[in-house]
């Protein structure tokens, strides 16, 4: 098992910036490529990011490539999500999720394990 919590979101206005973790324990983190996940109210769980499980490969999604940046402190357990220039779009519930394979997916299906989320809103 591999217990995920997340922290740092919170109200923003648009164009600024806030920086998300995920703390992780139980199993060996490094073990696990991990992904950011977001679902905004009525819609469903989309895919932001995704680094494998050194660190030295990332994906993004469309949506957020050249805002978003994900990284990764093994030694810390903990992934990480800046997040900058925000836009009222990004307002959304975020979810870190842990995979077993070396670099991870943008399906959200494919995770193991999940945390329980942190709300980000960003105001116009």
């Known amino acids: 098992q591999v217990q995920l919590v997340e922290s740092g979101g919170g109200l923003v206005q648009a164009g600024g910036s806030l920086r998300l973790s995920c703390a992780a324990s139980?199993?060996?983190?490094?073990?696990?490529?991990m992904g950011w996940f977001r679902q905004a109210p009525g819609k469903e769980r989309d895919f932001v990011a995704v680094i494998n499980r050194g660190g030295g490969r990332t994906y993004y999604a469309d949506s957020v490539k050249g805002r978003f940046t994900i990284s990764r402190d093994n030694a810390k357990n903990t992934v990480y999500l800046q997040m900058n220039s925000l836009k009222p779009e990004d307002t959304a519930v975020y979810y870190c999720?842990?995979?077993?394979?070396?670099?991870?997916?943008?399906?959200?299906?494919?995770?193991?394990?999940w945390g329980q989320g942190t709300q980000v809103t960003v105001s116009s």
């Open positions: 999720a842990a995979d077993r394979t070396v670099y991870g997916s943008r399906f959200d299906y494919e995770y193991d394990y």
């Open positions: 139980g199993r060996t983190f490094s073990d696990y490529a």
